[in-house]
């Protein structure tokens, strides 16, 4: 089993969907969670952190529960430059950020 | 700042060559690591460093060799190349080695071994 897994996708929506991403991870001691978002042949750049109460940055939702090792991504009014996949991130007590695969992201106009 | 910066942004190798892929930044962040990225498989942990002198290994270390001579660069060094090295490489670095903070990624090294 991976150690942080997402459904690859892709996920192909018009635009202004409302689309989710889900990710559930398999360590019960991780201590951080992000969500970094990618474009085609780009690095990785952050997007949002993930707190336990949740959080949320203009149309962007992130959620967190522990008890059951899962994080979601909700993208409300998705716009054309919301395309590009979403990575969901995991730390560790060993200092070490673990990378699910990524969810891509389709905003058709 | 410049953030991160990696060369050489392309690089094409024969099997059996030796390569160093260089990594700076400029923001005097204590950590920084190497990635591999593959297709359906995220990023991979190589190498990290959280001080100058100090290396470790992460998930995916053999056939890479890391130094960190000083808090701005952090080269990676691919002793024997083979083809199963081909992937995209990333260099990042953050302020500590919590892992609350912030990583920060240069552009990546798209490596190709023939």
């Known amino acids: 089993r991976k150690e942080v897994e997402q459904d690859p996708g892709p996920f192909n929506v018009p635009e202004g969907a409302t689309v989710a991403f889900n990710c559930t991870y398999s360590?019960?001691?991780?201590?951080?969670f992000f969500w970094y978002r990618q474009d085609c042949r780009k690095e990785p750049k952050l997007l949002m952190s993930?707190?336990?109460s949740g959080n949320e940055d203009g149309r962007f939702t992130a959620q967190l529960n522990r008890a059951s090792q899962y994080i979601s991504l909700l993208i409300r009014d998705s716009k054309l430059s919301d395309s590009a996949t979403y990575l969901c991130v995991v730390g560790g007590s060993a200092r070490q950020l673990t990378f699910g695969s990524g969810t891509q992201l389709t905003v058709l106009p | 700042n410049a953030g991160v910066t990696q060369t050489p942004k392309f690089q094409v190798l024969k099997t059996g060559q030796s390569m160093t892929l260089q990594c700076a930044q400029d923001m005097n962040h204590e950590y920084m690591s190497w990635y591999r990225q593959d297709p359906g498989m995220g990023l991979r942990l190589i190498h990290y460093s959280v001080g100058a002198g100090i290396t470790d290994q992460g998930e995916v270390p053999n056939g890479y060799n890391v130094s960190r001579s000083t808090t701005e660069d952090f080269p990676l060094r691919l002793l024997s190349a083979a083809p199963s090295q081909t992937s995209v490489y990333f260099c990042a670095s953050r302020d500590s080695g919590t892992v609350y903070n912030e990583q920060f990624f240069g552009p990546g090294t798209r490596l190709t071994v023939l």
């Open positions: 993930v707190y336990s």
């Open positions: 360590n019960s001691a991780s201590q951080s």
